[in-house]
C-alpha cells in the first residue's frame, strides 16, 4: 500500500505546470481565466471573477497561441478568493 508521501509525488509527476488561457462557463457568462497544474482529472484555474453558484461548471482550455482549444465539464472542487483582489482560485474536476 503506498503512503501518502508516494501518492504525492506520484500526483505530481502527473501534473502539468502551466499558464494556459481559458475561460469559465457558468450561469451564461464566460469568464476569461488562466489554466494552471492540469492534469488528466482535472485543473486549477485562477482570475479575476466571481465565485461560481453551483459546482457544476464548463471550461475552455486553450493552447499558448490560441489555435486548438477543448471544453470540458467538470465540478468545482474547492474555491478559494484572495481577500485583497478579486482573484479566485478554483479546483475543477473532470
Do not use: W, Y
Not at 486553450?62 to 478568493?81: E, K, L, N
Amino acid at each position: 500500500m503506498e503512503n501518502e508521501k508516494q501518492l504525492a509525488a506520484k500526483r505530481a509527476n502527473s501534473r502539468f505546470l502551466a499558464a494556459l488561457p481559458a475561460v469559465l462557463h457558468h450561469d451564461g457568462e464566460e469568464l476569461p481565466c488562466a489554466a494552471d497544474d492540469l492534469s488528466r482529472s482535472g485543473v486549477l484555474l485562477h482570475g479575476k471573477m466571481a465565485l461560481p453558484t453551483s459546482p457544476d461548471v464548463e471550461t475552455t482550455i486553450s493552447t499558448p497561441s490560441g489555435d486548438r482549444s477543448v471544453r470540458v465539464a467538470g465540478r468545482v472542487m474547492h474555491a478559494h478568493s484572495e481577500p485583497d483582489s478579486e482573484e479566485v482560485r478554483l479546483g475543477v474536476q473532470f
